[in-house]
Nanobody, 132 residues
């Protein structure tokens, strides 16, 4: 099991930026794909972004494409989510997650990179609140 700890959330105004970080314990991090998900009150957890173990492949939800950027620093065992041009509808608890099964992004249904069930390890989440 890999422990994940998110940080960087907060209260910002619409149009502002935030950078979330996800610190991982253990050497397994460098060989695993990672994802960011978010969950707003009363809603299901939804996919935000994913990145392969090398960082060469990334995918984004349509709602954040062009505004958010996922990256990782394997030497630091840390993944990041740079969020620009934030909107009130981005308000949610943001979670990072680790896919210990695959190093690349999985496109074969049903356990694709968009599916929370594809990820074995989860952080505790960090709150992002965007005011209008």
């Amino acid at each position: 099991q890999v422990a994940l700890v998110e940080s960087g959330g907060g209260l910002v105004q619409a149009g502002d930026s935030l950078r979330l970080a996800c610190a991982a314990s253990g050497r397994a991090f460098t060989n695993c794909a990672m994802g960011w998900f978010r969950q707003a009150p009363g809603q299901e957890r939804e996919f935000v972004a994913a990145i392969s173990s090398s960082g060469a492949s990334t995918e984004y939800a349509e709602s954040v494409k062009g505004r958010f950027t996922i990256s990782r620093d394997n030497a630091q065992n840390t993944a990041y989510l740079q969020m620009n041009s934030l909107k009130p509808e981005d308000t949610a608890v943001y979670y990072c997650a680790l896919d210990r099964t695959y190093s690349g992004l999985v496109y074969s249904y049903p356990l694709t990179y968009k599916n929370p069930r594809s990820y074995e390890d989860w952080g505790q989440g960090t709150q992002v609140t965007v005011s209008s």
